[in-house]
């Protein structure tokens, strides 16, 4: 009888595994379905897709990347400067990623097919760090988001929970400060609450995150099981509130 947030996210872990769902959490595949639904404006140019870390032809790749095993979560190569770059720590860092099966570590199942392959692209850049954006999404419609920067360094991150309309929403991570102060509402923020409502259509609940870079929006990924549904809540009668927010589908397994 799952009633919280997180509760109902373990149940769809174990119960809602649709196929589709793995083109969703492809960070490769995903592309594709993004740009049907809303264009590939969208899109953080790709430089390249390979299906084995060997194969990535590091010559032709420009000063700034950032390379990502497309069914990994976290598994991320960051290059600022390719005179510095480390290659043979890359790719031990990238086949170690690729290999590691990470949906086995809390049964995300819908990562279980996405296929062993790693993606090149274009490096976002924003002053202070780039600032995900966030959505969560319920049964197709934006009521949240999250807004984070700064997550390579726990000590300076900020992540602070919205509600949709610009406004601090009264609860928070636990895991990390928020911002102290409320950060400057894009001027096209509603055009990005559409683009998480467009995505986020026919399912009961995910996480649609989005850049804002100078004023261009960038799809970034599907998330359907925040922090694996182990996420923090203060105060935690808003793991319940959320929780209340999810209608759960008919068992699909």
């Known amino acids: 009888n799952p009633r ?3 509760e109902k996210l ?7 595994r649709k196929p589709e769902l793995t083109q969703m959490v492809d960070k490769v595949g995903a592309k594709d379905y993004v740009a ?3 264009g590939q404006d969208y899109l953080v140019p790709t430089l390249g897709v390979w299906n084995s870390v060997d194969e990535i032809d590091w010559e032709t790749l420009p000063n700034q990347f950032v390379i990502k095993a497309a069914g990994d979560s976290g598994g991320i190569v960051i290059c600022r400067d390719k005179s510095k770059l480390d290659i043979e720590n890359a790719k031990a860092k990238l086949k170690l990623c690729g ?3 990470y949906w086995r570590y809390n049964k995300e199942y819908p990562y279980k097919d996405v296929p062993h392959r790693y993606i090149a692209e274009a490096y976002l850049e924003e002053e ?8 969560f999404c319920f049964d197709g419609e934006p009521k949240y988001l999250y807004l984070s920067q700064g997550l390579e360094d726990h000590r300076t ?5 919205l509600d949709i309309d610009w406004q601090m929403a009264p609860f928070r991570r636990s895991d990390y400060e928020p911002f102290k102060e409320l950060p400057e509402k894009p ?3 509603d055009q990005m609450v559409e683009i998480a409502r467009i995505l986020s259509k026919g399912l009961p609940h995910v996480r649609i995150d989005l850049y804002n870079i100078k004023g261009k929006i960038y799809f970034g990924e599907m998330t359907f099981f925040t922090c694996s549904g182990m996420v923090p809540f203060e105060p935690v009668e808003w793991d319940y509130r959320l929780g209340s927010m999810i209608t759960l589908p008919e068992k699909s397994c």
């Open 4 to 6: 919280s947030y997180n």
């Open 10 to 16: 373990q149940w769809l872990k174990l119960y809602f």
């Open 36 to 38: 049907n639904l809303v």
């Open 99 to 101: 290999s590691r099966q």
């Open 128 to 135: 202070g760090g780039v600032k995900d954006y966030k959505f």
């Open 157 to 161: 991150a900020r992540i602070s929970f």
């Open 187 to 189: 001027l096209n923020y």
